[in-house]
């Protein structure tokens, strides 16, 4: 028997990284205050100062992997689309040309409009990834539960979440097992799309039957009895430091506003 691995249950739970040991709710207000101050900023500069900073935070947390996986393929996306859109959309206020594309003159003024809009869409959905990949729901749901919110909401929002996770697994597994048998999953969409409606239905009774067992593990124990539950793991409550981490945030969010807003008061009072 593991009595390290017994008593460690005893102790409040830690991962030994400074960041993934924070209380969920200081990483949510973080996360939250930092990508809000990209959406009312709204420039390049600032953008990939956020955007380089959500890169750290989650090469620190050791899940650079993962948030890049993701991070990646949405950058390259809105790149690519808005820099031409707004090349082609963008009809005054381009007087410095940039390059030429075939007879196509791209602008300099348009191209850094465009990189304001995907450094500001890019520092709100990267540190709201980082969050995300840093942090297990089951951990926000216990401090949301530990803070008042019921234990049917909150076993509801994770369960939500869980269940797409549970299906993208399970969908995997089963195209896997059908291409065992012989059957073609890969090639071109008309092929993909094929093999998927197949899957449809073992997805379905297996989340059927993935429902019926939770209902019957809720009942085993206790779930629905009006009384405070107890939790296997605990997290420890939001400590001193936490807090003024959080208020450090929230400046910031609050001197972005200010920034933002102080010319146009500026002009108002001339």
């Known amino acids: 028997m593991d009595v390290q691995f017994i008593n460690s249950f005893y102790s409040y739970q830690?991962?030994?990284?400074?960041w993934r040991d924070l209380n969920p709710l200081t990483k949510l207000n973080i996360c939250f205050a930092l990508a809000l101050s990209a959406v009312v900023i709204q420039d390049y500069r600032f953008g990939v100062v956020l955007i380089t900073g959500a890169l750290i935070v989650a090469a620190f947390a050791r899940s650079f992997r993962e948030?890049?996986?993701?991070?990646?393929?949405?950058?390259?996306?809105?790149?690519?689309?808005?820099?031409?859109?707004?090349?082609?959309?963008?009809?005054?206020?381009?007087?410095?040309?940039?390059?030429?594309?075939?007879?196509?003159?791209?602008?300099?003024?348009?191209?850094?409009?465009?990189?304001?809009?995907?450094?500001?869409?890019?520092?709100?959905?990267?540190?709201?990834?980082?969050?995300?990949?840093?942090?297990?729901m089951r951990d926000l749901m216990y401090v949301l539960e530990k803070r008042g919110m019921s234990h049917e909401s909150s076993f509801i929002m994770l369960s939500a979440m869980q269940n797409i996770i549970d299906l993208r697994k399970a969908s995997v597994m089963i195209l896997?097992?059908?291409?065992?048998?012989?059957?073609?999953?890969?090639?071109?969409?008309?092929?993909?799309?094929?093999?998927f409606f197949p899957t449809l239905g073992p997805l379905i009774?297996?989340?059927?039957?993935?429902?019926?067992?939770?209902?019957?593990?809720?009942?085993a124990r206790a779930f629905s009895v009006k009384r405070a539950h107890t939790f296997l793991r605990e997290i420890a409550p939001m400590a001193a430091y936490e807090k003024i981490l959080i208020?450090?945030?929230?400046?910031?969010?609050?001197?972005?506003?200010?920034?933002?807003?102080?010319?146009?008061?500026?002009?108002?009072?001339?």
């Open 14 to 18: 830690k991962t030994g990284n400074a």
């Open 67 to 136: 948030f890049f996986s993701t991070f990646w393929k949405i950058g390259l996306t809105l790149t690519i689309f808005l820099v031409i859109v707004r090349q082609i959309g963008m009809r005054s206020g381009n007087v410095t040309p940039l390059i030429n594309i075939f007879g196509w003159q791209w602008y300099l003024e348009a191209f850094i409009d465009s990189m304001d809009i995907i450094t500001f869409i890019l520092g709100f959905s990267g540190w709201m990834l980082v969050y995300f990949v840093t942090t297990p």
């Open 176 to 195: 896997e097992s059908q291409k065992a048998r012989g059957i073609e999953t890969e090639g071109n969409a008309l092929v993909r799309l094929r093999a």
């Open 205 to 219: 009774l297996g989340a059927i039957t993935s429902t019926e067992e939770k209902a019957i593990a809720m009942d």
């Open 247 to 270: 208020a450090a945030a929230w400046v910031c969010f609050l001197a972005a506003i200010v920034y933002r807003a102080y010319p146009a008061v500026s002009n108002l009072l001339k």
